[in-house]
């Protein structure tokens, strides 16, 4: 590779790494501007009631009493050191808790936009195909709908509907990871990663309709059909082809929001998953596991964005070029 | 967040559970009602009960746990030396009996035999030293510390008596000892090792824990009671309630406790039973006294006698509950037309605020919280509009749970519209809030000499009946100040399968009857 590629690829690193420092800071200084310790998370009111000396001793058990910057720069140094801390709740390391906890919603993000994209690419090719038609309309209040219901109430609805009616419920039963009962796994993976693929299937939808008609009133389109290429493989080869990108750009944004743990459908199917994890530690005021698990979700995130931007190079021989 | 800041309140209503029984007449119990069942026909020995909880609990160690499932699942692990009854009596648990000297100053308990711990060791009495004295030790930062307060020290006389000194005579402290943040834990155990390995006494041991998945309990077959009919218990961990019952309608769970009134409804369709439970906690308008605005005991009055408390039931909670005086523990409940206006009376208000010379109204700064639990709002909003016929204004100040509880603690507000937990013990419930030396008196904002000398009373009489006009009269004195406008107490929901016997519901949300649970 050449010295600028290098210097690319270095700054990127660079920018990457301040983005996850940036992440870290915020988090660590939400976290304190949110009144209330984890000794008022786990007493409430019963908090008043604690003698001075009780309040010290509490203090001192939740790694609570020493000065932000020591807290901050301890917290970042173990981090640097492959520590991420403890959960006192769970009795566990924060690595323990993620690392069962990241798969599951890695699995139920593949999942969802593996459907979505079953759902929105075709769909928007079928709207695209006759634009201001019946179909497209059809397409468009698919779409429209995916945008519009929210996530919790499809959840609740589909869960209760199914379970009180037909007594289909998998998600009542005990998680299991796809490594333990593959079977039981993905059944309990269908109905959440119905859910958010159906949400994610319309930005895609969308993207897929607007990008094809962009396309498809460029010159080497018609080109192509003056040379006698049939329908098929002029609107798979060559139109959804050149339209990849902004559905790829679409896809990896979407996959990004997913890592972060899609909290709402993770609470209503009880995976344990990453989003939960982090939302049970701001309930309990765990800061070490919130600063952790949030940094994990935004490395994530920024690895997601590079892995879209290499993607690019691969279906877009322009961007190769360049 | 609704449910789970809920289920942080209903911690409060466990922390110092107790009925208190005197001291000498429970001298003579004997230990059959410790491990009483509901009876049923004929349970099947054996079986997996799944029970359905929203939350992980907070921390396994007993004398620091809070969190109400966290009480309540340490239940089934540890054991305690007094117990309640389905009634929330006082009971033998490990200590099978008790004397109390004729100056209430000694307290003499003789322990069970034949009880072990779940890692085989036997439990006597210098493990109840050593626990009693290391929850009174600050360094423990046990949250029961201060429920031994009376106790100045304890002697292992033998190994099966132990021997409790009194600063002063503690009607309350029976019950004290029933809570699970008392629970005996061995003498060489360290918190370190029993945080992932919990070593108590109680019907069950910890078989497995999934963090933010599920707890498995296995029955304990060396358990000095009658032996549990289940095999295993799993807590499964299902965040939301709607998800609870979904999962029991396919029958994935067999026993769950749910908050809220909607989704229990949702669950009375089909083979599921539901089961109402009031509550020892309370819904309260909580007057600050020692506000220049509400220091005239008229006003106060005027605010009592011009609120309908079943139209706050009505509106803000669907009816699901009962209008309640101050003591909600069955054995000492308040009556609660024992009040100045036990229906709303408009004309009787405004004679009140005028013998107060504030006939052209009042303006009341009152905190709310949005979030701590669902109700509040709409509690505010209804006593809001009530008491403006009245001449009342309520400013309504509604905050985020954090902010609330910082301002209820540091007694910041006029007026604080508030769900608090009860105990079973009316001088464990009220004692702290309302003697003039009680760590809560800032917070409850009123006290007087004939109050202060009534709790010393209730501490001191050994008579159960005796206690009971006591606390009587406590309750009247608090109501005939307008100390707090008390308001009303709301169920929780029961919801088991059509296998599930045996198991007993209780007002302090215990689930200790798991031991006599079975599936048919």
């Not at chain 1, 995916?146 to 009542?172: I, K, R």
């Not at chain 1, 079977?183 to 693929?197: A, D, F, K, W, Y």
Request: one cysteine or more; aromatic letters at 6%.
């Amino acid at each position: 590779m050449s010295s600028t590629t290098w210097r690319r690829v270095a700054r990127r690193i660079l920018s990457m790494l301040g983005t996850l420092l940036g992440v870290a800071v915020l988090v660590f200084i939400m976290l304190r501007a949110i009144p209330g310790s984890q000794i008022t998370a786990g007493l409430g009111t019963e908090a008043a009631a604690l003698t001075p000396e009780q309040r010290a001793a509490l203090e001192a058990y939740y790694g609570i009493d020493k000065p932000l910057v020591v807290q901050f720069f301890g917290w970042l140094g173990n981090v640097l050191t492959g520590n991420l801390g403890f959960s006192s709740s769970s009795q566990v390391s924060v690595a323990t808790l993620t690392l069962s906890a990241l798969p599951v919603t890695f699995e139920l993000a593949v999942l969802s936009i593996l459907l979505a994209l079953v759902i929105g690419i075709p769909l928007g090719m079928l709207s695209a195909s006759k634009p201001d038609s019946a179909r497209d309309a059809l397409g468009q209040v698919v779409g429209l709908a995916g945008l519009s219901v929210p996530s919790f109430l499809l959840a609740t609805v589909l869960m209760s509907f199914l379970s009180a009616q037909l007594g289909f419920n998998p998600n009542g039963e005990a998680y299991a990871t796809l490594l333990e009962d593959p079977v039981r796994n993905l059944r309990q993976m269908l109905l959440p990663s119905l859910v958010l693929g159906f949400g994610i299937a319309a930005p895609i939808m969308r993207t897929t309709r607007t990008a094809l008609l962009d396309v498809r009133s460029q010159d080497f389109v018609r080109t192509a059909r003056a040379k006698g290429v049939g329908a098929r493989r002029l609107q798979v080869r060559h139109i959804l082809g050149n339209a990849l990108v902004p559905i790829v750009t679409m896809t990896g944004l979407q996959f990004g929001y997913l890592l972060g743990g899609a909290v709402v459908v993770e609470q209503i199917f009880s995976l344990p998953g990453i989003g939960r994890q982090v939302l049970l530690g701001i309930q309990a005021k765990e800061y070490a596991v919130v600063q952790s698990t949030v940094l994990i979700i935004a490395l994530s995130f920024v690895l997601v964005n590079l892995a879209t931007d290499l993607a690019y190079r691969i279906i877009d021989p322009r961007v190769r070029a360049e | 967040m609704t449910r789970d800041a809920r289920v942080k309140r209903g911690t409060l209503s466990v922390i110092g559970l107790g009925l208190a029984v005197a001291l000498a007449a429970s001298g003579c119990s004997s230990s059959t009602g410790a491990s009483g069942s509901a009876g049923s026909p004929s349970p099947k020995v054996g079986g997996n009960l799944v029970v359905g909880i929203t939350t992980d609990p907070d921390n396994l160690d007993p004398w620091k746990a809070t969190q109400f499932q966290a009480v309540n699942i340490l239940q089934t692990l540890y054991g305690t030396l007094t117990e309640f009854d389905k009634d929330l009596n006082v009971v033998p648990g490990l200590a099978e009996s008790w004397t109390v000297s004729p100056d209430g100053r000694t307290v003499t308990m003789k322990l069970r035999h034949g009880v072990k711990f779940s890692d085989g060791t036997t439990f006597g009495s210098e493990d109840v030293k050593f626990s009693l004295d290391k929850i009174k030790d600050k360094a423990t930062a046990a949250v029961s510390a201060a429920s031994l307060a009376s106790v100045t020290s304890v002697d292992a006389t033998d190994p099966s008596t132990v021997t409790l000194h009194l600063s002063a005579p503690d009607a309350g402290l029976l019950a004290n000892l029933a809570v699970i943040n008392m629970a005996m834990l061995p003498s060489e155990s360290t918190p370190q090792a029993l945080k992932t390995t919990p070593d108590g006494t109680g019907p069950f041991t910890l078989k497995e824990r999934k963090p933010n998945q599920s707890l498995t309990m296995a029955r304990n077959d060396a358990y000095w009671g009658t032996k549990p009919s289940l095999d295993t218990i799993e807590f499964r961990i299902i965040p939301d309630e709607t998800s609870i019952v979904s999962a029991m309608q396919s029958n994935n769970v067999q026993l769950a406790i749910l908050n809220d009134p909607l989704v229990a409804k949702t669950a009375q369709s089909g083979s599921l039973k539901v089961t109402k439970t009031a509550q020892l906690s309370y819904h309260v308008l909580q007057l600050n006294a020692r506000r220049p605005v509400l220091s005239d005991v008229n006003v106060r009055l005027a605010i009592q006698c011009a609120v309908d408390r079943q139209q706050v039931l009505d509106t803000a909670a669907l009816g699901e509950g009962e209008v309640t005086g101050p003591i909600t523990s069955p054995a000492y409940k308040s009556d609660p037309s024992a009040r100045p206006c036990p229906t709303r009376d408009l004309t009787k208000a405004k004679e009140y605020l005028a013998k107060a010379g504030k006939s052209d109204g009042v303006t009341i700064k009152t905190i709310v919280s949005q979030g701590e639990y669902a109700t509040s709002v709409a509690e505010a909003q209804n006593l809001k509009a009530q008491l403006a016929e009245a001449k009342i204004t309520l400013d309504l100040e509604v905050l985020a749970s954090d902010p609330y509880v910082n301002k209820w603690i540091a007694a910041d507000f006029d007026a604080a519209v508030a769900l608090n937990g009860g105990r079973p013990d009316p001088d464990g419930m009220y004692g702290r809030y309302f003697t003039s030396t009680g760590n809560l008196n800032k917070v409850a904002g009123y006290s007087s000499p004939d109050l202060d000398a009534l709790f010393a009373q209730g501490k001191q009489s050994s008579d159960p009946n005796t206690r009971k006009g006591i606390y009587a009269k406590v309750s009247r004195n608090l109501e005939d100040n307008a100390a707090w406008i008390w308001l009303f107490t709301g169920y929780t929901y029961t919801v088991t399968s059509s296998k599930v016997t045996g198991f007993v519901p209780m007002s302090n949300g215990s689930v200790q009857y798991l031991r006599s649970t079975a599936l048919s």
